[in-house]
Each structure stands twice: as C-alpha cells, then as structure tokens.
C-alpha cells in the first residue's frame, strides 16, 4: 500500500516515517508539510519524495499517514477519504465534535478504512493486556494516571513542548485519548455524554480529573497532565472488581514499532473489509467524551 505522510514535526520524524519506511507491506510515497523546506529534509532522510501540492500526493498515494496538529488533521482527513485514500490517523481526530463526526462520515460515506493511532491499543504488551481484562469482566472501578512533564517546572527539552495545540489544549486533549482508549476498551463506552462525565480542574496549569460512569455499570476516573513536576510523571492504569485488583504492564514497545502495528491494522481493514476497533469511530467518541469534559471545566 503506497502512503502519503502528512507533517515533518517530530512525530513524523522519530515514528511516522521510519515505521513507514521500513514496513514490509508499506511503500512511503512521499511527504507533504505546511513548510516545503521541512518536508524537503524529511523525505531525504527518509529516502521518499517531497510534495508541495497535497492534493498531489494524494493522487499518488492509496493511504495517508497523518502527524500534524488535529485540528489540521480533521479537513486533511475528510479530503483524503472523499479522494478514496485509507486513513491512519492520530489522536485526537479533531478537538470538535463536528470536525470528528465529518471525519467519520467521510470514511464511511468513501467505504475506506480507518485507524486512529492511539498508541497503549497498539503495543502488543498493553493490547493483550486490555483484551484479558476485557474478557475476565466483573471490573467494578477504574483508575487511569496519565500526567506528564513536557511543561512542568524543572522539565528538561522536549521535541513536544514547541507544540502550540498541546500549550493551548493540555493534557485533556493531549493525554486523554490514551487514557480513554484504554478504559474504554475495557469497560466498555460511557453511559450517556449528559450524564455520566465529570471534570475537574486542578494545580500544574492545566491538570484535569475526569470521573466516568460506563454502560457497563463501572466507573472510573482520569488524572491528565501535561504540567506536573518531571519527579510526578507517570503512566498508571488500575483496575478493580470480582476478580480482584490487576495494574496495566510497563509497556517496552517504542512507538515506532508500534505505529507498525497500526500499519498492519489499516492493512488488514482495507484488505478484509472489517473495521477496527480503533476506527474513526472510537475517535469520534473519544473526542464526543472529551468536549463534554471540556463543557463541564467552562461551567
């Protein structure tokens, strides 16, 4: 399958394009980006052909890889499946539930197939974790801990705090989606938007609790930052219920392996014809629970 790589940032740069490059059943056709000079020196390091039209890359490509900003990403999108072009997308598809949905529409109105690259749902380690907890059931509560230090006082450089969307979103839009994937995946979807979401605000410019109730009767809560001290960071997930307390695993998968893994998960879609649980529409849901929390923060 040829792909076209949408963005020359450093998500592009350090997992996009060398799972791309180097995936047997891929073939990179070529890079576009907002900065032509950028997309030049990434398709050279990456041996692939830089494009100054997009639309003329998607003429020459049966898929897009997307690594630009989700608001960027979202009308990239839609105008890649209404060319009939494959969608691997990043998290979050759009940070509207309008631009989601016309993300989602548009894959389904073209019949293409779609994967949203949230990372944790395609490390083999993390996956085979949720899926046994999946089919062990009877989880009464759930506790996810994504808190991060890119812009917490003391953090050293990073490649993603010169990311204005993430400066201006946080660590609701940013780390949520991981968090989401996993919990979601487990227990299953929320029980209603209206309903069954809480936010919170707390210290560390930006930090957000979230408190969900799912249909399946479970609840769980989310701790997402961006800010907190480099000392505070960490990656938690817990689970609780009839079968007693499990933790997720220390994932060891680089994200680069990982995006192979999603790779194959698009091919597969396109080639069977069965959508994946990680599809435009569990995008759209992820972004649907996370502008309700967003609401609920502004009340």
Do not use: N
């Not at 996009?16 to 997309?39: F, M, T």
């Not at 487990?186 to 410019?205: H, I, K, M, Q, Y």
């Amino acid at each position: 399958m040829r792909f076209g790589l949408l963005g020359t940032g450093p998500w592009a740069e350090r997992t996009h394009g060398p799972a791309l490059r180097d995936h047997p059943g891929a073939e990179l056709a070529g890079v576009w980006g907002r900065r032509p000079e950028a997309a030049a020196r990434l398709a050279e390091r990456l041996g692939t052909r830089p494009y100054d039209d997009v639309d003329a890359l998607l003429a020459d490509c049966d898929a897009v890889a997307v690594a630009l900003p989700p608001d960027i990403q979202a009308p990239l999108a839609v105008r890649a499946a209404k060319a009939g072009r494959h969608l691997l997308l990043d998290k979050p598809v759009a940070t509207t539930v309008a631009a989601a949905r016309e993300v989602a529409e548009a894959a389904e109105g073209a019949g293409v197939a779609s994967v949203v690259f949230f990372t944790m749902r395609f490390r083999p380690e993390t996956a085979r974790w949720i899926e046994e907890q999946r089919a062990v059931g009877g989880w009464q509560v759930g506790r996810a801990d994504w808190l991060a230090g890119i812009f917490g006082e003391g953090a050293g450089e990073s490649p993603y705090a010169a990311s204005p969307w993430r400066r201006e979103k946080g660590g609701l839009w940013d780390v949520g989606p991981h968090a989401l994937s996993v919990l979601l995946g487990v227990l299953g979807d929320v029980a209603d938007l209206d309903g069954s979401v809480a936010a919170v605000s707390g210290p560390a410019g930006g930090t957000v609790q979230l408190a969900l109730r799912h249909a399946s009767g479970a609840a769980s809560t989310c701790a997402l930052s961006l800010a907190v001290s480099p000392a505070a960071a960490t990656t938690a997930v817990e689970l609780r219920g009839t079968a007693g307390a499990v933790s997720l695993p220390d994932g060891w998968t680089d994200a680069s392996t990982a995006f192979g893994h999603a790779v194959d998960a698009l091919l597969a879609s396109a080639r069977t014809g069965e959508p994946h649980p990680c599809d435009v529409r569990l995008g759209l849901r992820v972004t649907e629970i996370l502008a309700a929390a967003e609401a609920r923060l502004r009340r």
